[in-house]
């Protein structure tokens, strides 16, 4: 970091904490440019975000912050912010994410927590808060397989093959805008949840992109983890049980089987983004640990795939010509788990 940033937010912790007796320690980087920092003054600690003005902008982040905040939504409270020159002091909700304390004993219990703050989130009224998760940005993402992951393969598609793709994309486009639009976090998973000492309800982070979306998008961020991979029965078991609660309006004309179509499908939408996204990660921002996790979301994109007859020209391109060449270059797809 540079010296004259270093100065300026030194300068702005001691105005708004009302003293220069601090410590801060900076955390690990995640895949933007905001940086994280404890701060520690006497026995509080308080959570830093430095985002340079110039690289980020944290204004969504804080109108989203409190807009959330607001609602009863377990997000970090502002304690200090100022815009303009990109710093925030958070509150702190600690180190631990759900991701670590997840396993086949304790899932259960802690994704049931999951889906009713999901479902007292989604009940939230924010369509004039926020923007829509527009079928122009929808495609813009999937485009990402086309702009960075098949080119890392080195392959070439043929004119029919691009055809199979962009017919594939529009059905995944049209499921989406046709289901029930409610606040979509946009990266519901175990890395963006906190357990919080002494509360039950869990702690919600990395929410500025949240937008107006499907109801089953943060269902599947979440089930459907790119970093985790749980077994098929258990994740079909989930989607019934979120489903059981979900509010009737949103069951008119939409059985489970179809409910378990729209989160099938978004779930591919989301996961053909994930893999151009991850390529451009390593490829554009030099950032590979995100490499390991490609095969697993490889994986999710042949499963969601292969079980729908309007699909079936997609799967056939990614089992015979995709896949090889992917395995070849990233290791082979994780066996299914029953």
Not at 7 to 18: D, R, S
Not at 281 to 297: A, T
Request: charged share 25%; with cysteine.
């Amino acid at each position: 970091m540079n010296i004259q940033r270093e100065q300026q937010i030194k300068a702005w912790l001691t105005e708004v904490l009302g003293s220069d007796q601090f410590e801060i320690s900076y955390l690990a980087g995640d895949a933007s440019f905001r940086r994280y920092a404890r701060v520690k003054q006497n026995n509080k600690t308080f959570m830093l975000m430095d985002a340079p003005p110039e690289k980020e902008d944290c204004e969504p982040f804080v109108r989203i912050d409190e807009f959330l905040d607001g609602h009863q939504v377990r997000v970090p409270h502002i304690q200090a912010k100022s815009i303009e020159h990109g710093l925030l002091l958070l509150e702190d909700f600690g180190d631990v994410v759900l991701a670590q304390k997840l396993n086949q004993t304790t899932v259960q219990d802690y994704y049931t927590q999951c889906f009713t703050q999901l479902s007292a989130l989604q009940a939230i009224d924010a369509t004039v808060d926020l923007p829509h998760y527009s079928r122009e940005k929808l495609l813009t993402e999937m485009q990402l397989l086309t702009t960075w992951f098949i080119p890392s393969l080195s392959l070439d598609l043929t004119e029919p093959e691009a055809k199979v793709i962009e017919h594939t994309f529009n059905l995944l486009l049209d499921n989406a805008l046709a289901q029930p639009q409610v606040i979509v976090h946009r990266d519901f998973h175990s890395r963006n949840l906190m357990v919080l000492a002494s509360e039950t309800t869990l702690g919600v982070i990395d929410f500025q992109d949240a937008v107006i979306g499907a109801d089953t998008y943060d269902l599947i961020s979440l089930v459907r983890d790119a970093y985790v991979q749980w077994p098929v029965a258990q994740v079909h078991a989930w989607i019934k049980q979120f489903y059981e609660q979900l509010p009737s309006s949103h069951k008119q004309q939409r059985d489970l089987a179809q409910f378990k179509k729209d989160a099938d499908f978004m779930a591919l939408q989301r996961h053909i983004k994930i893999l151009g996204i991850f390529v451009r990660l390593f490829e554009r921002d030099g950032k590979q640990n995100y490499l390991k996790d490609l095969p697993l979301v490889m994986w999710y994109v042949l499963e969601q795939s292969q079980r729908y007859p309007e699909l079936d020209a997609f799967y056939q391109l990614l089992e015979q010509k995709i896949r090889p060449a992917f395995e070849q270059k990233y290791g082979a797809c994780p066996e299914v788990i029953l």
